[in-house]
């Protein structure tokens, strides 16, 4: 193909993709109003949403009158368009779901599964499941699969190292493209839950966003003005390996000190077991009943847990410069009290704060983050795939 036609070919699917992205956020709007938007010629707008438009990805909505002259014809998504399944894998439960082109989840299932398992058979136990959502899905309206995996991810599909689930090289993309075809994504799934607060929560607007999985490790994902940041290797943003204290506790990975050895659940469940003296495993539930009704010995753990992350987010705050940190994963149930000292601690002490108001927040999407924007990351490669109808 020669240079220019290829030039070209790249500018109309980039510009597709900008339509699209703007009308999810402000449909429904007129082409003028996208024009204005983007810094596009009207003319340049009106190509490109016809041929969304021509594959059935937008739909005509109606006009309103913005004074003399014709009505504006305004555009918004068309829901039905595609169905996207993405997944999440956490220790021991999976989760699948299928949704539409606004985020809407139409199916869910949840499922379990022995964590000693070889990673070869639990692949299989959700390929069995995704199969059984995907199996009333018309293959023109189906746009593709992604799952997040709490790990290092190779840019090619492959879990270089996932600690918490006891994987280590598995080429899980290359399994589930076996099976299902093209697209497919595999991604780490802090970075997931970064890329569906910023398509489908309420991050749309940010133009760099922090996303923090506070689970039994902690994982951290960034979106750069639509962009994933994930590193050369696809290791980047892994913030749970920061080391905060270094005559801290070992880390899993076999450093000392790291973020999320001193402010994982984990480690909140560690402390509330040497606060109590009790010598069997806590259930974070447990921690946070007993954190609700101010029994010490919680208090004490949570307080002692939040500090940490306090430290370890300003870090991060003072590393990214963010206008947007959201916090997701089990920790994030803590709520409004977690939330309320994050936030007045970044934008007091991080040197970010000092610049601009740092918006902290709760995920907007729950315990679905990751596994929606796993399937997320399908959508510039299925518009761009997408066939005309003619």
């Known amino acids: 193909m020669p240079i220019s036609v290829a030039r070209h070919s790249l500018m109309r699917k980039m510009n597709e993709i900008a339509v699209l992205t703007v009308i999810r956020r402000n449909g429904p709007t007129s082409r003028r109003r996208i024009a204005e938007i983007l810094g596009l010629t009207k003319s ?33 998504v068309n829901p039905d368009a595609g169905y996207i399944i993405g ?4 220790v021991g ?27 070869e058979d639990v692949l299989s136990l959700i390929a069995h499941d995704v199969a059984a959502v995907k199996n009333n899905i018309d293959n ?16 090619t599909g492959e879990v270089i190292y996932a600690p918490n689930v006891k994987w ?14 093209e697209p497919v994504f595999i991604i780490n799934d802090a970075n997931a839950g970064a890329v569906g607060e910023y398509f489908f929560g309420d991050a749309q607007q ?29 290791a980047g943003t892994e913030i749970g390996h920061m ?33 109590t003296d009790t010598r069997g495993w806590i259930e974070l539930d447990r921690i946070l009943v007993g954190f609700s009704n101010r029994e010490p010995w919680a208090v004490q753990a949570v307080n002692d847990t939040i500090h940490y992350l306090e430290t370890g987010i300003i870090n991060v705050a003072n590393v990214f410069d963010p206008d947007t940190i959201i916090l997701g ?35 907007s999407l729950g315990n679905s983050s990751s596994a929606i924007g796993a399937g997320a990351m399908v959508l510039h490669t299925a518009v761009e795939s997408r066939e005309e109808i003619r």
Not at 55 to 75: A, D, F, Q
Not at 93 to 113: A, N, P
Not at 248 to 275: H, I, K, N, Y
């Open 44 to 76: 340049t707008v009106t190509v490109a949403s016809q041929r969304l438009l021509n594959k059935n990805i937008l739909m005509e909505v109606g006009s309103v009158s913005t004074g003399p002259g014709r009505p504006e014809v305004l555009l918004n």
């Open 329 to 363: 994963g089990p920790l994030a149930r803590l709520g409004t009290y977690l939330c309320d000292r994050v936030s007045n601690a970044v934008n007091h002490y991080a040197i970010a704060g000092g610049r601009g108001h740092v918006a902290v927040q709760l995920t």
């Open 243 to 275: 080391v905060v204290d270094d005559s801290g506790p070992l880390c899993r990975c076999g450093r000392q000190g790291c973020f999320e050895a001193v402010a994982s659940v984990r480690a909140l469940t560690e402390r509330a077991m040497r606060t």
């Open 140 to 155: 023109s309206r189906y746009w593709g699969f992604g799952m997040s995996i709490p790990g290092i991810i190779s840019t």
């Open 168 to 181: 280590r090289h598995v080429a899980v993309k290359e399994y589930f493209v076996t099976l299902f075809g």
């Open 206 to 234: 940010s133009e760099l966003l922090i996303y923090l999985s506070l689970g039994m490790g902690i994982g951290g994902g960034a979106v750069v003005n639509g962009n994933l940041l994930q590193g050369v290797t696809g």
């Open 93 to 119: 439960t999976y989760q699948i779901l299928m949704f539409d082109l606004e985020g809407r989840i139409l199916k869910e299932h949840v499922g379990s599964y022995d964590s000693d398992s070889p990673a």
């Open 87 to 90: 997944a999440s894998l956490d």
